[in-house]
């Protein structure tokens, strides 16, 4: 295990190196940020002026090299915008968009279990058919056009949902006010159910296809068989014997769900006028505020880098023949 987890930690030094690199060529090369610190009026000797006061004006490896000698100290910069340290901007944002994410999983989840298992129990029938071809649709919906027919049709024709605003449920649970946070949750839950489901969908779809063929695989093999014929009920051989099974592979792709969503939110916030981290970097690259974004992509590959460690180490939980090494 420890030399597992030390192999880890070097992959993980490499990937969160290869974002940053990644992010800070790509969003220097998408435009001089120096324009965010002058006026529209300024002359080109004030920017000239600027520039060279801000280093912008020297190669961009030196800029690189400054900027991770600052990452190593925790300096992620300051927002170009406000003035104020990026990582503040993000992490203000971060509960807003944990809340959408963690319900979006949710319903990618906890619906895509009962669906799939249905599906590979009924395989063949109408139940199945119409199972597959739900989820086959709900991996062809643009998110954005979904979000935008929810609001439409959801929100201003049915009148049933808010299509934008957010209510507070974590940050409260966060500064220890649960009294807030409860008194907040049934509102919250309101206001996470339109950009929850936008975001949810895509992964509920492929989820449900992921249970579905793993259940077909598992109910294929001769253990199931064997339960079949000591007598077990359908019921008992599906639950106790064959869904376990099923769940290993779909626990790793669950692992991996959190960072698929979190890539999602930037589109799913923007529609919902979601005040999460998604919405703050679409903001920051319309306005080449280079830091936010950085501060913002570099949580994120720790965020995905963690809970992969954590999946991996479950994986071993579910399957006690996995062993990490």
């Known amino acids: 295990m420890g030399t597992y987890l030390t192999r880890r930690l070097l992959q993980t030094v490499l990937v969160i ?8 060529v790509t969003l220097h090369l998408a435009g001089d940020p120096t324009y965010l610190y002058v006026s529209e009026r300024a002359s080109e000797e004030e920017v000239a002026e600027t520039r060279a006061k801000l280093g912008f004006d020297r190669p961009l490896h030196e800029q690189y090299l400054d900027y991770v000698s600052g990452l190593l100290r925790g300096d992620l910069g300051n927002s170009l915008r406000t003035r104020t340290p990026a990582i503040n ?49 709900g991996q062809s919906m643009p998110s ?45 839950i309101k206001h996470l159910i339109l950009p929850a489901v936008t975001l949810g969908v895509f992964s509920l779809s492929r989820n449900a296809r992921l249970i579905r063929s793993s259940m077909l695989e598992v109910l294929s093999l001769e253990y199931v068989t064997t339960a079949r014929a000591k007598g077990l009920s359908n019921r008992t051989v599906i639950m106790r014997h064959a869904f376990r099974n099923a769940l290993i592979p779909f626990i790793t792709i669950v692992g991996l769900e959190f960072g698929f969503l979190l890539s999602g939110v930037v589109v799913v916030e923007t529609v919902f006028s ?3 981290v998604g919405r703050l970097v679409f903001n920051s690259i319309n306005q080449r505020d280079i830091p936010v974004v950085q501060a913002a992509v570099i949580l994120f590959a720790l965020l995905f880098v963690v809970l992969n460690l954590v999946v991996d180490i479950f994986y071993t939980v579910l399957d006690p023949r996995v062993r990490l090494e």
């Open 144 to 188: 954005f056009w979904l979000g935008i027919m929810l609001i439409l049709i959801v929100g201003l024709s049915w009148r049933l949902l808010p299509i934008s605003g957010h209510v507070p449920i974590l940050q409260p649970l966060l500064d220890g006010d649960f009294g807030t946070a409860a008194r907040n949750t049934p509102s919250g």
């Open 17 to 24: 190196f290869g974002v940053t690199l990644l992010s800070f």
């Open 89 to 137: 901007l993000v992490m203000e944002r971060m509960p807003a968009t944990i809340e959408l994410t963690l319900f979006a999983m949710i319903i990618a989840t906890f619906l895509a279990i009962p669906f799939g298992v249905l599906s590979a129990t009924r395989r063949g029938t109408a139940v199945d058919g119409g199972v597959m071809l739900t989820a086959m649709l």
């Open 274 to 276: 979601w005040p999460g």
